[in-house]
């Protein structure tokens, strides 16, 4: 198995395992000591927790993950993890992955989030043949919708709850990730 790890200005993202996902749900943090992490202030937050089933999931389907799953957001000076971002696999059919994230509260507003996702963008294009990339976010989560405007998303679709956005791999290319 490739050991796959971005690292950015401020940040590395290491994909999530399952055995990770599983020693979270028990509140078993030896896995992440393992790797030398810690964990953020209020980390593992009711988001994340709640997400873990769904990653564990995606991750059963596998042998290890692809990095079309979901990543644990990591601060590169203290090692403490902040949120997650990541992938819903990945369609070859129609050559797309949709992609979301979540830093806990303490640590929003610091353009980690940014960070994050520009290195998956980044990640994404470069080791897999995309015509684009979704995401979705709460009509009133103007933080997101913010972000992936910033990002050069399109929206495509919304309805009473969400709005939907496109990431056409010829847009990516006019922007610096």
């Given at each position: 198995?490739?050991k796959?790890?971005l ?19 028990l509140n078993?943090?030896t896995?992440l000591?393992?790797?030398g992490l810690?964990?953020g202030?209020k980390?593992p937050?009711?988001e994340i927790?709640?997400t873990l089933?769904r990653i ?5 389907k596998?042998?290890?993950p ?8 990591i601060?590169?000076?203290t090692k403490e993890i ?6 819903k696999?990945?369609?070859?059919i ?49 933080g997101?919708?913010?972000?992936l405007e ?11 709850e969400?709005?939907?956005w ?12």
């Open positions: 198995m490739k796959l790890q690292i950015t200005d401020k940040l590395i993202l290491i994909p999530f395992t399952r055995k990770i996902c599983e020693n979270i749900l078993d943090f896995e000591d393992n790797l810690k964990k202030i980390w937050d009711a927790l709640d089933p564990i999931k995606n991750l059963s596998l042998d290890y692809t990095g079309f799953e979901s990543w644990m957001i601060k590169k000076d902040i949120g997650d971002a990541g992938f696999g990945v369609n070859r129609i050559k797309s992955t949709d992609i979301g994230y979540g830093i806990i509260e303490a640590e929003r507003r610091k353009g980690y989030a940014e960070e994050a996702v520009k290195a998956l963008i980044n990640w994404a294009f470069e080791n897999e043949d995309l015509e684009d990339i979704t995401a979705s976010c709460y009509l009133d989560n103007i997101s919708k913010n972000l910033k990002l050069n998303f399109e929206e495509i679709e919304r309805n009473d969400f709005i939907y496109l990431l056409p791999l010829n847009s990516k290319k006019n922007i610096h990730l």
